[in-house]
């Protein structure tokens, strides 16, 4: 919502629009955090039992999922927000982090998990690919190309969801669905032109026009049980082109053309050198922006421009005026806001821990 | 010690003693030795009167001398000093140097001092101080002549001894309490023609005159004619039977067994309702086999049980319906009463125990109080039958429910038939209005009613009997009933048309129970006894939907064409049925053994033992249109329960009594566990005509299992004191599952005192009072967290995994490992009176309760959940005061009547951070009650000045503000019993009144809600009308009003059968009675019935089906 993938026609407009309150975020973060901690009192419990291999892969898994849950936070959420722990059921409050500092929690738990998971390739590629994004935001991009290398770009590890068991469908699709979200096309100037571009990776459905709006579904989802990839091969490779456009390693577009020849059919067409540096990491992210569309590293990929590439702020998040639903032809709800990340709930946290003093940066 | 004085005046009379006797006494003593004399000095001019030594501690006192060849004045030294006796005399008196010999072993501090001063002719008189002055034998006291009376009380049923019984002489101080076998005796009464009174509780007090000649015997007993009073009666308490005497608190009682027989009573929280100072019944609707809810006292609990527990021949019983092992919520039906599973024909006695002073020893779970229900035993003698018969009419009482508005519209300039037009509406320009019609409600259109006039019955019968070595009770009864409802006539007409309809969709409420009780006792010897006691109850109960699936909510919510009670009509919702049948085993074995008089050794064990199932229905087709398309493709549930309650003691009391000293020890240690177990499933998406699980294409299935155990000893001494001064202390440890791991166990004092003043004697005689006692009490008690606060709380659920569907294990909340239970400690005090020869009764008790460690949730960081941390402080204080008289006692005519009355006030002091709640529905805020309602205050302007008020014209203010109780914090009943002929016919009501308290009119509020109440459709509603009209629109806005009432809860014309005839037809007895219950409401609430919109804890509020009215008619016979 707050980048430029998707828009909001019902759900979290404030957020869409670029809200700085600090209850937008709310749910959110508690979502991701409860995933933390539900990750944290499934490990005493994994290491009592089973059998030693079992064990070992189960508690691996579970790092790997806090590690997830954790970039989730670094990505998404502005620092200043404290990471709880519990132990022995009780829980233990957090100071405040800044997003480095939460991007080393989660290495430290993809590193957790690699050690115990040693066995299961499964769980070792999936914490291979979350040790690597960790290192891409903390902007260790040779160390990050290096962690996701042994990584097949086939590789492909999933969340899944049902339409028959209680609450676990999938949120876009269900979205989609209930006609509360549309693809973005580029929203406020700056965004990416996700529905107008007719890329093969993001096949999309019209579904109505109105007021000057369009709403799009992306078809990846049209299933609402259709599950949502958390980590893949093709996230290893464009890792290592990123990396290797930072230390002006040609093979940059090669990395990027051969997932193009290699992981979508028919094959797409191979792009060219665009010639700068500027407009090369533009296409860096659109490619990410595209193969990884609707898998949650949008927004962080926009603040990685701001916070790695000094890319100005109106230049990668939407700016100017707001239209609600994106109703072009109805009266505008007001201008975007500043916000270009998601901002946690600083008065709440503030009553575990006074020295919370909110979003230090944004 | 020894004092010598030349010459001693202590007290005129002293003086006077001396000066008049000392020479002719001397010559007396010369010529006749006498013993010497003890006397008490009295503190007015009277001559000293002779002393009782035996009643003297000092005089008591044991000795061991060897006294040989010493002067007077030397022994008379060692004797004082060993006794620590402040002796005066001068030494002329007692001749000091005479040589005295005195070797005796174990000899009282009496007989030495008569020893050595034998024949010296003088008295020992004591004084006040307990000082004691050597005089010369005084002519003087001669002159007060005294003898001694002596004899026996026994009682004149028995013609046993009874012990503990006061003798006073009137007029004096002079009195003792009889031994055990009933005996007495008074030394040292004046000569003369005197009155001695018999005393005790549960006797008629008694006196007699006696002329008493001096040195002599006056025999007189006593034959002493029982009179039971309050505080004459056994109660049970948690340490075995005890007299109410002796307790420090109160305890309500109610003999169900002669209640049962003559009032409207035909479940046991009927039994209960109007008849104790406290206690509060909650009937939630008037169908037949719904839920009902105790209280007693004050609530103590935010976010635990408010009601008593239940203790049926000392084991523990499941009572309440969140008590009940739960079932799932997915069925969306009315509970039934776990409470009424109990028949109240099998019942002796109810006693309640109000509080955490009296509730100690109850432990954990006990702080909102005990209900002790006692079943019938047998009594030796030959086979007694009773039987009764019982049958009658309940209906829901005719109301006029207001009607619903209409506004015929046009819009664009098309009229519309299907939709109303709003004044809202009108004002906002989407329709106009071009007239208004009052409907009246389907409830008050005979055709459409869902009301309707319904029987009941009831069969039993018992018999009891046995020797004394073998009692036996046994009895069975059966009882029917059809709730008052059913499906409309004309709607069963059009349903009829195109299928068939089944009865219980065409009466969907429905009651039948069948009872079976065994109650046997067996002596062991001479020392030993064992009591077993089962009872069976198999219950079925055609229920309700619950909520918005209860088409009397539907009655008033929207109106629409054709369907008069909107989407949810009962054509549909009584085409879904629901059954719950309950097949409940109960049994406990109680063996008691008393190898001394002395001590008793108890050891019972008990199951309370249900299995519980509840099917719902609702075919294909049958209910096609609901709200939200529930059932529409057919619904199948089936939920089946196991629960188990156990709970096993072992107990002693040693006693010990002396005339004055009594001595009462109790120890014990209890077990009580609870588990239950639940397997639910549910199928949709049914085949046509099919009713099954396993024919549904769509099936759900869950399993839970909840269990919990305490373990808890205790330890309590009473002491009485001349059967008039009862100290009791205790104390209780628990420890239980429920408590959070690092708390280990929970402690539980209690104090009382219990002050009979009319029998002490030193008390001046209050005219016209026979007993007067004063008492007072503390004591805590606890109530346990729920299962699961305490640890972390784990859950399976399905996900799918690798494209399967698998259970999967997860961790939900933390749970408090601190955890520790709520603690509530209760002060009471109150005393209690009998006056004008037992006519009059009234009993006063005020309490004062904190409940500390109050478990309130405490949210946690986003994304940890939240914690039942104990942070909460509440208070309450109450009065009550229970008075029963009887005016007239003659064999035509007696009239007796009662008053109960019940007050408190309840305060929310802290809440440790936790978040408050502020509700319409009833909340938590400090400073405010328990339980209070708040409301967003409502303002508004007509803006636009068009005489209509719209929802934009409205505004409710940022903060709820506290609008008013939510539970009624007084109540008071009132009882008449009119007897006429020898009480063989009899006329008696009840009526019962509770007031001070707020409810919601959720019935008003849903025709708002709906728009279609007077206020939001015709344009003549005054202004302030229509805002409060359009109110619920703008938010969470309740209709909050008086739900003070006064109900004629019952009325009774019972006749005993002329003994003639009733022997004619073979009968030991037969009683008819004609039996009305809640005949009458008086009340300014406007909603339907307040009584029946009562609250389920603080967060529900229902719209409830009017209390029904019944007349039953009843004929017992005895044979």
Same mark, same amino acid.
């Given at each position: ?153 086939? %590789? ?128 860096? %992210? ?77 | ?467 004394? $070595? ?133 050891? @019972? ?60 020890? @109790? ?9 239950? $177990? ?79 003043? @009319? ?361």
């Amino acid at each position: 919502m707050l980048a430029d993938e998707l828009f909001d026609y019902a759900y979290l407009p404030g957020l869409d629009q670029r809200e700085t309150n600090s209850t937008a975020g709310e749910t959110p973060y508690t979502r991701w955090m409860e995933v933390r901690r539900a990750a944290t009192l499934a490990l005493p419990e994994l290491l009592s039992h089973g059998s030693e291999a079992t064990k070992r892969e189960y508690v691996g898994e579970m790092f790997a999922v806090r590690g997830y849950a954790t970039l989730g936070l670094a990505e998404g959420f502005c620092p200043g927000f404290p990471l709880h722990e519990v132990v022995a059921f009780k829980p233990v409050f957090g100071t405040a982090l800044s997003t480095d500092q939460v991007f080393d929690r989660a290495l430290a738990d993809f590193d957790s998990a690699l050690t115990f998971a040693r066995d299961s390739t499964r769980i070792v590629n999936l914490a291979r690919i979350g040790r690597a994004r960790s290192l891409l935001g903390i902007g260790r991009y040779a160390d990050a190309a290096q962690a996701g290398a042994l990584v097949p770009s086939k %590789f492909s590890s999933s969340a899944e969801y049902s339409l028959t068991l209680r609450g676990q469908a999938n949120p876009l699709g269900y979205a989609w669905q209930t006609y509360s979200v549309s693809v973005g096309n580029r929203e406020g100037g700056s965004g990416l032109d996700f529905a107008a571009a007719s890329d093969p990776r993001l096949t999309l459905q019209l579904l109505f026009s109105e007021f000057g709006a369009s709403y799009y579904t992306a078809d990846k989802y049209a299933d609402p049980s259709a599950p949502i990839v958390i980590a893949s091969g093709i996230e290893a490779r464009l890792i290592e082109a990123e990396a290797a456009l930072k230390a002006g390693d040609p093979t940059w577009l090669s990395i990027l053309n051969d997932l193009r020849a290699t992981q979508i059919s028919p094959a797409m067409a191979a792009l060219n050198d665009p010639g700068s540096d500027p407009a090369r990491v533009d296409l860096v %992210f659109r490619e990410r922006a595209f193969w990884l569309f609707g898998t949650g590293h949008r927004l962080g990929d926009m603040r990685r421009l701001i916070r790695r590439y000094a890319r100005p702020v109106e230049s990668v998040f939407p700016t100017g005026i707001y239209y609600l639903g994106g109703f072009t032809q109805l009266p505008p709800a007001g201008e975007y806001g500043p916000a270009t990340s998601i901002p946690f709930p600083s008065e709440i946290e503030k009553q575990y821990n006074p020295a919370i003093a909110g979003c230090t940066s944004n | 010690m020894i004092r010598l004085v030349s010459c001693v005046s202590i007290g005129v009379w002293l003086a006077i003693g001396i000066a008049a006797g000392s020479a002719s006494a001397a010559q007396a003593a010369a010529q006749e030795p006498q013993p010497v004399r003890f006397l008490l000095a009295s503190n007015n001019r009277e001559l000293p009167v002779p002393l009782d030594v035996g009643r003297i501690p000092v005089l008591r006192q044991r000795l061991t001398l060897d006294l040989q060849g010493v002067t007077v004045r030397e022994a008379l030294t060692a004797i004082s000093s060993r006794a620590r006796l402040v002796l005066w005399y001068a030494d002329d008196v007692i001749a000091a140097n005479r040589q005295v010999n005195l070797r005796a072993n174990e000899i009282t501090v009496a007989a030495a001092l008569t020893d050595v001063l034998v024949d010296a002719g003088v008295d020992v008189v004591f004084h006040r101080d307990g000082t004691a002055v050597i005089v010369k034998r005084m002519a003087s006291v001669a002159l007060v002549q005294v003898g001694t009376i002596s004899g026996r009380v026994t009682d004149s049923t028995s013609r046993e001894g009874i012990g503990g019984v006061v003798i006073a002489v009137e007029g004096t101080r002079l009195s003792t309490i009889t031994a055990a076998d009933g005996r007495y005796t008074i030394r040292g009464v004046p000569a003369g023609n005197r009155s001695i009174t018999a005393r005790r509780l549960g006797f008629v007090r008694r006196s007699q005159a006696v002329t008493v000649a001096d040195d002599s015997l006056a025999a007189i007993d006593f034959v002493l004619v029982r009179a039971p009073t309050m505080l004459s009666e056994v109660v049970t308490t948690a340490t075995g039977d005890q007299r109410l005497v002796e307790l420090g608190h109160v305890v309500g009682r109610i003999n169900a067994d002669s209640i049962v027989k003559s009032a409207p009573v035909s479940s046991i929280s009927e039994l209960l309702s109007g008849r104790v100072a406290g206690v509060q019944v909650n009937t939630y609707q008037g169908t037949v086999g719904g839920d009902v809810g105790l209280q007693v006292r004050a609530p103590n609990s935010i976010n635990l049980s408010t009601e008593p527990i239940v203790i049926v021949d000392g084991v523990r019983y499941t009572s309440s319906a969140a008590a009940r092992v739960d079932l799932g919520s997915g069925n969306f039906v009315e509970p039934t009463s776990p409470l009424n599973d109990l028949n109240p024909n099998e019942i002796e006695t109810i006693e309640i125990v109000k509080g955490p002073s009296a509730a100690t020893l109850y432990g954990t779970d006990a702080s909102n109080g005990v209900i002790i229900v006692t079943t019938k035993r047998g009594r030796t003698g030959p086979a007694k039958w009773n039987a009764h018969v019982k049958g009658g009419k309940t209906r829901i009482p005719d109301i006029r429910y207001p009607d619903a508005y209409w506004g015929w519209r046009t819009f664009a300039g098309v009229p519309s038939l299907t939709a109303s037009c709003s004044l809202d509406q009108v004002g906002r320009g989407q329709c106009t209005q071009d007239s208004v019609t009052a409907l009246p409600t389907p409830l008050n259109d005979s055709k459409l009613t869902i009301f309707q006039s319904e029987p009941r019955s009831e069969y039993g019968a018992n018999v009891s009997g046995g020797s004394h $070595d073998l009692r036996y009770y046994f009895a069975v009864d059966l009882e029917n009933a059809t709730g008052p409802l059913r499906m409309p006539r004309a709607m069963a007409d059009s349903i009829s048309l195109v299928r068939e309809l089944p009865p219980e969709q065409l009466k969907p409420n429905a009651f039948a129970k069948v009872n079976l009780r065994s109650n046997v006792t067996a002596a062991l010897g001479s020392a030993a006894e064992v009591q077993v006691n089962a009872g069976y109850s198999s219950r079925s109960t055609r229920t309700l939907g619950a909520g918005f699936l209860n088409p009397y909510a539907g009655a008033f919510g929207r109106l629409l064409p054709g369907l008069p009670y909107g989407v949810a009509g009962p054509d549909q919702l009584f085409s879904r049925t629901t059954t719950e049948r309950v097949n409940r085993v109960f049994g406990s074995v109680t063996a008691s053994w008393s190898p001394t008089p002395w001590l008793l050794a108890r050891g @019972s064990g008990g199951l309370d033992m249900a299995s519980i199932t509840r099917a719902s229905l609702a075919r294909r087709g049958d209910v096609p249109r609901t709200v939200f398309n529930l059932f529409s493709t057919g619904e199948v549930d089936d939920d089946r329960g196991r629960q188990l309650a156990g709970s096993w003691e072992l107990a002693a009391t040693a006693s010990f009594s002396s005339s004055q000293v009594s001595s009462r020890t @109790s120890t014990g240690l209890q077990y009580v566990r609870t588990l239950d $177990d639940v397997l639910g499933s549910s199928g949709t998406n049914l085949p046509p005509g099919a009713s099954t699980i396993g024919a549904a294409a769509t099936v759900r299935s869950s399993q839970s299992y909840r269990e919990q155990v305490t373990l808890g000893s205790y330890l309590e001494q009473v002491f009485g004191l001349n059967q008039r001064l009862f100290l009791t202390g205790a104390l209780r440890r628990d420890g239980a599952s429920t408590f959070g791991r690092n708390y280990t166990a929970a402690i539980y004092p209690k104090a009382g005192i219990s002050w009979l003043l @009319s029998n002490e004697p030193s008390m001046p005689h209050i005219p016209m009072v026979e007993e007067l006692r004063l008492r007072y009490a503390f004591g805590a008690s606890g109530q346990q967290p729920k299962p699961g606060w305490n640890r972390p709380g784990y859950a399976v659920q399905q996900a799918l995994i690798g494209g399967a569907v698998t259970n999967v294990y997860t961790v939900n909340t933390l749970g408090n490992p601190e955890v520790r239970p709520e603690q509530v400690r209760e002060h009471e005090f109150g005393f209690d009176a009998t006056a004008l020869e037992r006519r009059v009764e009234l009993g006063l008790t005020w309490h004062d309760r904190k409940t500390v460690d109050q478990i309130v949730s405490v949210s946690l960081p986003p994304g940890l959940g939240s914690l039942m941390t104990n942070l909460g402080v509440t208070t309450s204080a109450g009065f009550e005061a229970q008075l029963s008289a009887r005016l007239l006692d003659g064999h035509a005519l007696s009239w007796e009547i009662g008053f109960l009355h019940s007050s408190y006030k309840t305060m929310l002091k802290e809440l440790g951070g936790a978040a408050e709640r502020r509700s319409p529905y009833g909340g938590w805020v400090v400073g405010y009650p328990l339980g209070a309602r708040f409301q967003r205050p409502l303002t508004y302007r007509d803006e636009n000045g068009d005489g209509i008020i719209s929802v934009l014209e409205v505004q409710l203010g940022d903060t709820a503000v506290f609008v008013g109780e939510g539970t009624p914090p007084r109540s008071q009943s009132f009882t008449s019993s009119l007897s006429f002929l020898d009480r063989r016919l009899r006329l008696s009501a009840l009526v019962e009144r509770r007031s001070g308290f707020t409810q919601l009119n959720a019935l008003h509020h849903d025709q708002c809600g709906g728009g279609i109440c007077r206020e939001r459709v015709d344009p003549r509603t005054p202004l302030p009308q229509q805002a409060v009209g359009i109110a619920p629109l703008a938010g969470d806005y309740q209709y909050i009003e008086s739900g003070d009432f006064t109900r004629l809860r019952e009325v009774v014309i019972a006749a005993d059968v002329p003994l003639a005839v009733a022997r004619a037809l073979r009968f030991r007895s037969a009683t008819v009675s004609l039996q009305g219950r809640n005949l009458a409401l008086w009340t300014s609430y406007s909603g339907a019935d307040p009584e029946s919109a009562s609250p389920r804890g603080f967060t529900q509020q229902e719209i409830g089906i009017p209390q029904g009215r019944s007349w039953s008619l009843r004929f017992d016979v005895g044979f």
